[in-house]
């Protein structure tokens, strides 16, 4: 994958920077989204310093940081909503800025807070907004995708909010979008809605769907991301698969001697203990109380963004 | 589909919705319409206050229909996040923007004809002497509320102050605009205000067209400040045009 994926990176960018004619043709590399040190200031706030990334096409690739890091900026100047101060950004292989309506049909944006009209129906909602795209998705399957059948004929102000959030989603896939943006689509939601998130999440995976979602929750980008990115003051601190993420710390190894807790870090835990546990056995003692742990998620990102 | 065909049917969601929210439906409608039969039933057997009152609920009609409802939806919508919705899809804008108008434009235009019908058939008023006048004034009155609602909605922060901000701004000028009365009654700080704001000359317009037969000639002065509000209010419009 890598020395293609490191070629088709740079077709992807500079198509987006010689414009959409061109842009058109890298809609066939495997990037969807590829970033180069963007920066977004606002004022005398500089809240994006320098991030780049890429996404995959087919990926789940998840934004992580605490309020205030740039992540909904980052997000926002993606969709289209806001400029960039400088850098490069390539979605889709256009520039977003441009706001050109075959990017926007190519997108489904699942907003933090948005509200509808109140007085029309789930179904005359769908079939209103599929109207707006080039190649729409059936409007009574895409209600089906959602989990929103029975509900088919209900006024919006009769949603709760769990469903209300589930017709959002209708509405972003209605274009049949290659690439869906989540922002922050648990926040505020008790257990069991968070849970509905996630499956839908899942399920927008499985249609092949790439996505880029933000949260501040940990577990939810464990829990739904194939790749995490750290964002802190504007920055990434820290990128990878959130198994690797974890990996990436080091080990703790400890135990007990006369009283006394020994505790050791390493890089390398399998080497260390063969060493410990030798010396233990020569001189006839038991290493009482021997641990190895491993970072968790948690660790890794209270260490990188405090 | 073409931009045209996605205006059209923008235009029949916002028409089918607009009934279906009783108390938009009740205040934009319904209450100019109220007003004139109670006002009227009143004065019946005064047919000068009749040719005051009926090109003046005429104005306000149209001044409520666009001015009051689009500033108040638009609030509504920008702080809902429906604009921002709207902007996260490829539906063109002046298709959306173009719906939202024409819908504005289509309740305007039944409240002045209602109004016309109404006073005629029920309280005796002569049908209106100069159509092309009628058509002139109502038709710059409808476009230049529009715009100043369009512009009006920027300057309300928010949804709950939104009836607060509209009320403070329509309420006055009805009342020194002659909707009620003539406003050569009213003291002369009162009736330099009104006659530097549109509300008077379209009325004045709209009476010269419906009572006195005086054609859009007479009021070229009328003409003059409706369509410097209206260049005013449609700049402001498009220019501090907010999305959220």
């Given at each position: 994958m890598g020395s293609s994926h490191g070629r088709s990176r740079t077709r992807a960018l500079r198509h987006g920077a010689a414009g959409h004619r061109l842009?058109?043709?890298?809609?066939?590399?495997?990037?969807?989204?590829?970033?180069?040190?963007?920066?977004?200031?606002?004022?005398?706030?500089?809240?994006?310093?320098?991030?780049?990334?890429?996404?995959?096409?087919?990926?789940?690739?998840?934004?992580?940081?605490?309020?205030?890091?740039?992540?909904?900026?980052?997000?926002?100047?993606?969709?289209?909503?806001?400029?960039?101060?400088?850098?490069e950004v390539s979605v889709l292989g256009h520039d977003p800025a441009r706001r050109d309506p075959s990017f926007q049909a190519r997108v489904g944006i699942v907003l933090q807070s948005a509200g509808f009209y109140r007085h029309v129906t789930v179904r005359e909602a769908v079939e209103h907004f599929a109207s707006a795209y080039p190649k729409p998705r059936d409007p009574d399957e895409?209600?089906?995708?959602?989990?929103l059948t029975g509900k088919r004929d209900a006024r919006v102000r009769q949603l709760s909010g769990g469903q209300q959030r589930r017709l959002d989603l209708a509405l972003a896939l209605i274009g049949d979008p290659e690439l869906v943006f989540l922002d922050e689509p648990t926040t505020g939601f008790d257990p069991a809605a968070r849970r509905t998130a996630w499956e839908v999440v899942r399920t927008l995976r499985d249609l092949g769907k790439t996505v880029l979602l933000t949260t501040h929750y940990l577990d939810?980008?464990?829990?739904?991301?194939?790749?995490?990115?750290?964002?802190?003051?504007?920055?990434?601190?820290?990128?990878?698969?959130?198994?690797?993420?974890?990996?990436?710390?080091?080990y703790t190894v400890s135990y007990d001697v006369g009283g006394r807790r020994v505790v050791h870090e390493t890089d390398d835990p399998t080497d260390l203990l063969y060493r410990l546990t030798s010396d233990a056995i020569a001189r006839g003692e038991r290493l009482e109380g021997l641990t190895v742990t491993r970072p968790t998620l948690e660790d890794v990102y209270l260490e990188l963004t405090e | 589909?073409?931009?045209?065909?996605?205006?059209?049917?923008?235009?029949?969601?916002?028409?089918?919705?607009?009934?279906?929210?009783?108390?938009?439906?009740?205040?934009?409608?319904?209450?100019?319409?109220?007003?004139?039969?109670?006002?009227?039933?009143?004065?019946a057997s005064e047919p000068d206050e009749l040719d005051v009152l009926i090109p003046g609920i005429a104005g306000m009609s149209i001044m409520a229909t666009t001015f009051t409802s689009l500033s108040f939806n638009l609030v509504w919508l920008r702080e809902e996040g429906v604009l921002r919705r709207i902007r996260s899809t490829p539906l063109p804008l002046p298709a959306y923007f173009g719906g939202m108008l024409l819908h504005a434009v289509t309740n305007a235009l039944l409240q002045v004809t209602l109004v016309i019908v109404i006073g005629n058939v029920f309280y005796d008023?002569?049908?209106?002497?100069?159509?092309?006048?009628?058509?002139?004034?109502?038709?710059?009155?409808?476009?230049?509320?529009?715009?100043?609602?369009?512009?009006f909605a920027h300057a309300i922060p928010n949804v709950d102050s939104a009836p607060a901000y509209t009320n403070a701004v329509f309420l006055p000028l009805i009342f020194i605009s002659g909707v009620f009365y003539s406003s050569d009654s009213l003291p002369a700080v009162l009736r330099a205000i009104a006659e530097?704001?549109?509300?008077?000359?379209?009325?004045?317009?709209?009476?010269?067209?419906?009572?006195?037969?005086?054609?859009?000639?007479?009021?070229?002065?009328?003409?003059?400040?409706?369509?410097?509000?209206?260049?005013?209010?449609?700049?402001?419009?498009?220019?501090?045009?907010?999305?959220?």
């Open positions: 842009g058109t043709l890298s809609g066939v590399t495997e990037l969807a989204i590829d970033v180069r040190d963007l920066h977004k200031s606002y004022g005398d706030v500089h809240a994006v310093r320098g991030i780049s990334f890429s996404v995959r096409r087919g990926e789940v690739f998840g934004l992580l940081g605490p309020n205030g890091a740039g992540k909904t900026t980052t997000v926002e100047i993606l969709e289209g909503f806001r400029r960039r101060t400088s850098g895409t209600i089906d995708l959602v989990g939810e980008a464990n829990a739904l991301s194939d790749r995490v990115a750290i964002v802190k003051d504007g920055r990434i601190v820290a990128e990878g698969p959130p198994a690797e993420l974890q990996g990436s710390g080091r | 589909m073409s931009t045209a065909a996605l205006l059209w049917r923008q235009y029949r969601f916002e028409r089918r919705l607009f009934w279906r929210n009783p108390s938009a439906a009740f205040f934009n409608f319904l209450l100019p319409l109220l007003m004139l039969v109670l006002i009227a039933s009143v004065f008023v002569p049908w209106p002497r100069d159509w092309l006048a009628l058509a002139v004034f109502a038709a710059l009155g409808i476009a230049c509320f529009a715009a100043l609602g369009v512009a530097a704001l549109p509300l008077k000359h379209v009325i004045d317009g709209l009476a010269g067209a419906i009572v006195d037969g005086a054609g859009v000639a007479d009021h070229l002065t009328a003409l003059a400040v409706i369509c410097g509000w209206l260049v005013a209010g449609a700049v402001v419009a498009v220019r501090y045009f907010r999305w959220e």
